[in-house]
């Protein structure tokens, strides 16, 4: 029984096109989070939400928008693709948004490829 | 700008033997460090973690070490086994509300049996 699951896994499309990757956790945590990894590996938070409000918005494009219907999900939509945005997309979750000693739990990713 | 390096992308150790892996971080206000295990096609897991107030938090066979003046921390794992290779990741936050994790680019490493 997945904690955070991420779908879908892979996901090759065609630059200029819109995209979604939903995220649903179980865990009963009030807060979600999306990571970005590139190339270069680095794991860089993208948006968070708490209780489905939006509280930590880094520097994103504003074609990315997350979506949170309730805090059990946190959906990100792309528009217009380019190829810079090809990467691992990584949602989480944890219980309060202070705690961080517990550590977030993060779904398995979803390779995004823009072609 | 990286304010979380982990500069040596790859370690390889016998089974049986210490590992030691290395972060260092920029940000003095820093006050939770964690480090996290990724084998390929899974998310991150969470390992250990540690706060600023401490300078050594153990947990079976994982032991953290933090050097706050040095703006340094460590990860020992005693005894090193195969299944513990994969791409281990340093993070850290400030704290209070509205906290995020930063993360280090991760290393690689390999135990060989």
């Known amino acids: 029984d997945t904690a955070v699951s991420q779908t879908p896994k892979y996901l090759v499309t065609q630059m200029g096109n819109d995209k979604s990757i939903k995220c649903e956790q179980n865990?009963?945590?009030?807060?979600m989070y999306w990571y970005k990894q590139d190339s270069k590996k680095f794991l860089k938070i993208m948006f968070s939400y708490n209780n489905k409000e939006l509280i930590i918005n880094e520097t994103v494009p504003n074609r990315f928008s997350p979506k949170s219907p309730d805090k059990a999900h946190l959906n990100l939509h792309i528009n217009s693709l380019e190829l810079g945005d090809s990467a691992v997309y990584f949602c989480a979750s944890s219980q309060g948004r202070a705690t961080v000693l517990y550590g977030y739990t993060f779904g398995s990713g979803t390779r995004l490829t823009v072609v | 700008d990286q304010q979380v390096k982990q500069n040596s992308p790859s370690l390889s150790v016998q089974e049986g033997r210490i590992s030691i892996l290395n972060c260092d971080y920029t940000?003095?206000?820093?006050?939770?460090f964690l480090w996290y295990k990724k084998y390929p096609a899974e998310g991150p897991t969470f390992l250990i973690s540690i706060s600023s107030i401490k300078d050594k938090n153990e947990d079976g066979r994982f032991t953290v070490f933090l050097n706050k003046s040095a703006k340094h921390l460590s990860l020992h794992i005693v005894p090193s086994q195969p299944g513990d290779s994969a791409v281990y990741f340093c993070?850290?936050?400030?704290?209070?509300?509205?906290?995020?994790?930063?993360f280090g680019k991760g290393i690689t490493l390999s135990v060989r049996p």
């Open positions: 940000n003095s206000m820093f006050d939770y």
């Open positions: 993070a850290a936050s400030e704290a209070g509300a509205n906290s995020k994790l930063t």
């Open positions: 865990l009963g945590h009030d807060t």
